[in-house]
């Protein structure tokens, strides 16, 4: 994708260097038709300009993309070969399609044309550096998108692998427990746990899941504490059955499900409910889609803020979406903390799973 976006960007520039040379040329038919006497030959003024212009432009653009010189003396040695070999082709072209008088005027259009021809040449050796320049930039750009979307990554590792092992043991611990006292909830504890294991490990490897899967993993996490919580925890997700397949990266709503569990639902006596709703706001052609993770616990905690969890799924939704992410706070009537995360998608990609 990237190398096709070069490619028509140069195909554009090189499209416009020749019609630059092309109107400039026509400046210096017209210029010779009034410097030199014969003035019935404006025609061949006009093709004799064009051959000898577009011979010095086609040998700049080969040549300099060839050698790519980088010190000046070696641009300006490359240039007067330019300028000198295009005259010498254009005017040997010319006089093989015409047969003409011009040719008594050789050394006034010899000089004219270097004179223009080192002007002119000048120019796009300019905006050739210019665009060089740009393009570089754009590969700076690039490059540096792509390292923080691998630190992105690996910032996603380290989550992974402090959120999984935690869970995991204490999950294991509570049904080492339950075998002995409530065999039959442990076994259900057991395989729950089994299950998250299955869809985790196979879906957070992924750079992008569907968000069925995502859900699919959420809803076993929620599962697993809902029996180890018992009636201090109940669970809801919304969402829409069109919106199931839609891509989306993963480990992005666990975090906030695990924070409102944590620091919300946890510390509170009677505990209470975590809410999961996905819906789409902004109709357009790339339409808005908002996950909505709200609890009924003790409200915003100071360590919500500094969790690595929580700065992970801000510089990830930075990283994928730029300023089309955000992620909102804000507190859940009667009781609790709300957050919202909103992702651009396109329609067209809801069945591209």
Same mark, same amino acid.
């Given at each position: 994708?990237?190398?096709?976006?070069?490619?028509?960007?140069?195909?554009?520039?090189?499209?416009?260097?020749?019609?630059?040379?092309?109107?400039?040329?026509?400046?210096?038919?017209?210029?010779?038709?009034?410097?030199?006497?014969?003035?019935?030959?404006?025609?061949?003024?006009?093709?004799?300009?064009?051959?000898?212009?577009?011979?010095?432009?086609?040998?700049?653009?080969?040549?300099?993309?060839?050698?790519?010189?980088?010190?000046?003396?070696?641009?300006?040695?490359?240039?007067?070969?330019?300028?000198?070999?295009?005259?010498?082709?254009?005017?040997?072209?010319?006089?093989?399609?015409?047969?003409?008088?011009?040719?008594?005027?050789?050394?006034?259009?010899?000089?004219?044309?270097?004179?223009?021809?080192?002007?002119?040449?000048?120019?796009?050796?300019?905006?050739?550096?210019?665009?060089?320049?740009?393009?570089?930039?754009?590969?700076? =750009?690039?490059? @540096?998108?792509?390292? %923080?979307? /691998?630190? *992105? #990554?690996?910032? &996603?590792?380290?989550?992974?692998?402090?959120? +999984?092992?935690?869970?995991?043991?204490?999950?294991?611990?509570?049904?080492?427990?339950?075998?002995?006292?409530?065999?039959?909830?442990?076994?259900?504890?057991?395989?729950?746990?089994?299950?998250?294991?299955?869809?985790?490990?196979?879906?957070?490897?992924? =750079?992008?899941? @569907?968000?069925?899967? %995502?859900? /699919?993993? *959420? #809803?076993?996490? &929620?599962?697993?504490?809902?029996?180890?919580? +018992?009636?201090?925890?109940?669970?809801?997700?919304?969402?829409?059955?069109?919106?199931?397949?839609?891509?989306?990266?993963?480990?992005?709503?666990?975090?906030?499900?695990?924070?409102?569990?944590?620091?919300?639902?946890?510390?509170?006596?009677?505990?209470?409910?975590?809410?999961?709703?996905?819906?789409?706001?902004?109709?357009?052609?790339?339409?808005?889609?908002?996950?909505?993770?709200?609890?009924?616990?003790?409200?915003?905690?100071?360590?919500?803020?500094?969790?690595?969890?929580?700065?992970?799924?801000?510089?990830?939704?930075?990283?994928?979406?730029?300023?089309?992410?955000?992620?909102?706070?804000?507190?859940?009537?009667?009781?609790?903390?709300?957050?919202?995360?909103?992702?651009?998608?396109?329609?067209?990609?809801?069945?591209?799973?």
């Amino acid at each position: 994708m990237i190398i096709n976006k070069y490619k028509e960007f140069s195909l554009r520039h090189l499209l416009k260097d020749y019609a630059i040379v092309i109107i400039f040329n026509t400046f210096i038919a017209f210029f010779l038709w009034i410097l030199l006497p014969d003035k019935n030959s404006f025609l061949q003024f006009f093709i004799l300009s064009q051959c000898i212009g577009l011979s010095i432009c086609t040998l700049c653009n080969t040549l300099f993309q060839l050698f790519k010189p980088a010190a000046t003396l070696n641009q300006i040695f490359l240039l007067v070969i330019c300028i000198i070999l295009g005259i010498t082709i254009g005017m040997f072209l010319f006089l093989f399609l015409f047969e003409t008088k011009l040719i008594k005027y050789f050394y006034s259009i010899l000089t004219v044309g270097f004179i223009f021809g080192t002007i002119i040449s000048y120019f796009f050796i300019t905006q050739e550096k210019y665009s060089q320049l740009k393009i570089e930039k754009q590969e700076e =750009e690039l490059k @540096s998108i792509s390292l %923080e979307k /691998e630190n *992105i #990554q690996a910032n &996603l590792k380290l989550l992974q692998a402090q959120i +999984e092992p935690h869970f995991l043991f204490n999950t294991l611990s509570n049904v080492l427990s339950l075998l002995e006292t409530d065999a039959k909830t442990g076994k259900k504890m057991l395989e729950n746990l089994t299950q998250y294991l299955r869809t985790s490990l196979k879906h957070t490897r992924n =750079e992008e899941n @569907s968000l069925k899967q %995502e859900i /699919e993993t *959420i #809803q076993s996490y &929620l599962d697993i504490n809902k029996i180890r919580m +018992e009636n201090r925890l109940n669970f809801k997700i919304e969402i829409q059955e069109n919106l199931y397949n839609i891509p989306f990266p993963p480990m992005l709503i666990q975090p906030l499900v695990e924070n409102a569990i944590k620091h919300g639902i946890e510390p509170k006596v009677e505990g209470g409910t975590v809410s999961i709703k996905v819906s789409v706001i902004i109709p357009g052609k790339e339409d808005v889609l908002k996950i909505e993770i709200a609890d009924t616990g003790v409200g915003i905690d100071s360590e919500l803020s500094s969790g690595i969890g929580l700065e992970n799924v801000k510089n990830r939704l930075k990283t994928l979406y730029q300023d089309k992410g955000f992620i909102l706070f804000e507190t859940n009537k009667p009781s609790g903390l709300k957050v919202t995360i909103g992702v651009p998608y396109e329609k067209g990609n809801s069945n591209n799973c």
